[in-house]
């Protein structure tokens, strides 16, 4: 399939594939950069089949670079922010040759160990290497990292040839129809890639961001005119606190696609109605398996249905398992205990299933709250608290209680000017009667925003209760 994307490259020829930060790039353009990093690459000494760390947010040359190493047959590890820590957690498990780096000045590429003994004429790992794990020596592979939330990331390694392949199999689009999207998901997330790959080979137009502010992404949509945004509800609720829905024209937009973490019910009908125009669409999928296709039972509705081929979906035990033709080849650094004996993958999500197969995602089986065996999902107090007025956003979490295991506790952002004894107050009186009282937070919070990860979720965990 690789001659068949260069081959697709080629025929969209004077088509924008990217505007890399304002500039326009023609997949001609595209095609020359990859052509040139190729051989610079390969000047370099990266061969085929070595681990390749990227390090660089969206651009012309991170993208090209992706490209051409898939080309080559190595195995891309694609990094936003490379921390000392992230690099030694890399060269351990992943034992990668070079380190492309790419910055506002150009490409610089550094070697990371010397080549191990080649088997073979064009083999620059040994056996026992990452690439050996891919079990084809023509293939390419990727490795993402989780967001290590809760302790180490682990380290995800991927066929990159089976996401390329999955894209390639749908029929390009007509220059008239091509779709402008906005990647406003990381280059080194799952989705981000999957908007890029998705993208890029049915000959539409990635529009890459400088910064993810609301106030940059909004004026990229007005700008160009953007049809589809993928994001995240934490951020869909930043830019509408904002008012930058207000700020810029967004009537471009015809469908919202929002994934990462769960969507509340009251999230999502502020959303609708901010947006009443726009097709409201839930994305799901994980690290370990891919981007499922999905379908939501309406714009208004949080129940969705994992509806494309290639993904199959069972529940046990109110889980959400998976098994698709995209899913992870196993970790680098941990045991693939998510993984059944039957190779399902449990996701950790919770989910309750409608008798018309419909799921919707209760919250993470991690994130529960248990208050004396009483047990608790942030999500569903946080939909219940962010239908008042007073409420601009919140985040909910447990915190070790001596004498019940753990406490309730709610950061919250209120609308307007309120004390901390008035927001108490509030909350209190707002929450009772709606909820059981074990469910009523013992620590409530004022806070001026609400902390979001790079992957655009709400941050839950707390190394302490503030504010006591």
């Not at 353009?29 to 089949?49: C, M, S």
């Not at 000045?105 to 160990?113: K, R």
Request: net charge neutral.
């Amino acid at each position: 399939m690789r001659d068949e994307l260069v081959r697709r490259f080629e025929d969209f020829g004077t088509r924008t594939a990217l505007f890399d930060h304002g500039t326009a790039v023609t997949y001609a353009q595209l095609l020359k950069r990859i052509r040139a990093l190729r051989e610079r690459l390969a000047l370099h000494g990266v061969r085929p089949r070595e681990t390749v760390v990227v390090h660089g947010d969206y651009s012309l040359d991170s993208v090209a670079t992706l490209f051409a190493l898939h080309l080559g047959r190595n195995v891309v590890v694609p990094v936003v922010t490379l921390t000392g820590t992230t690099l030694d957690t890399l060269v351990e498990h992943c034992r990668p040759g070079h380190l492309v780096r790419t910055t506002e000045s150009g490409v610089e590429i550094q070697d990371l160990a010397e080549p191990a003994a080649t088997t073979g004429p064009d083999t620059a790992e040994g056996p026992g290497t990452v690439h050996d794990r891919l079990g084809d020596p023509g293939a390419a592979g990727l490795v993402l990292l989780s967001s290590g939330s809760t302790g180490a990331p682990k380290v995800i390694l991927h066929n990159l040839d089976v996401l390329v392949d999955q894209k390639l199999e749908k029929r390009p689009r007509r220059r008239e129809n091509a779709l402008n999207i906005l990647m406003v998901l990381m280059f080194d997330h799952i989705g981000g890639i999957n908007s890029l790959l998705s993208t890029l080979l049915v000959g539409g137009t990635a529009v890459l961001p400088r910064q993810r502010t609301p106030d940059e992404i909004c004026a990229l949509i007005e700008r160009h005119r953007i049809l589809v945004l993928p994001t995240s509800p934490t951020y869909l609720n930043l830019m509408m606190v904002g008012g930058y829905h207000r700020t810029y024209d967004l009537s471009s937009l015809r469908l919202i696609t929002y994934g990462t973490e769960p969507m509340s019910d009251e999230l999502l009908r502020r959303v609708h109605r901010t947006f009443p125009g726009v097709r409201l669409l839930q994305t799901f999928g994980t690290s370990e398996t891919g981007i499922a296709t999905t379908t939501s039972e309406s714009s208004s509705s949080t129940y969705f249905k994992i509806s494309g081929a290639g993904v199959e979906h069972r529940v046990v035990d109110g889980e959400l398992q998976l098994r698709s033709r995209t899913q992870f080849l196993g970790y680098l650094n941990y045991d693939d205990d998510s993984l059944t004996e039957d190779r399902w993958f449990r996701t950790g999500d919770l989910v309750e299933e409608a008798a018309d197969g419909y799921l919707r995602i209760k919250g993470r089986a991690k994130e529960i709250i248990n208050v004396g065996g009483e047990k608790l999902l942030p999500l569903e107090l946080e939909s219940v608290l962010m239908g008042s007025p007073l409420v601009e956003d919140c985040v909910v979490y447990g915190s070790p209680n001596a004498i019940t295991g753990q406490s309730v506790c709610v950061d919250v952002k209120p609308r307007g000017p309120l004390t901390r004894a008035e927001l108490r107050r509030h909350v209190t009186e707002f929450l009772s009667g709606r909820v059981e009282p074990f469910k009523m937070p013992s620590k409530i919070n004022v806070v001026d925003t609400i902390g979001m990860s790079d992957r655009m979720k709400k941050l839950r965990s707390r190394p302490s209760a503030d504010g006591e």
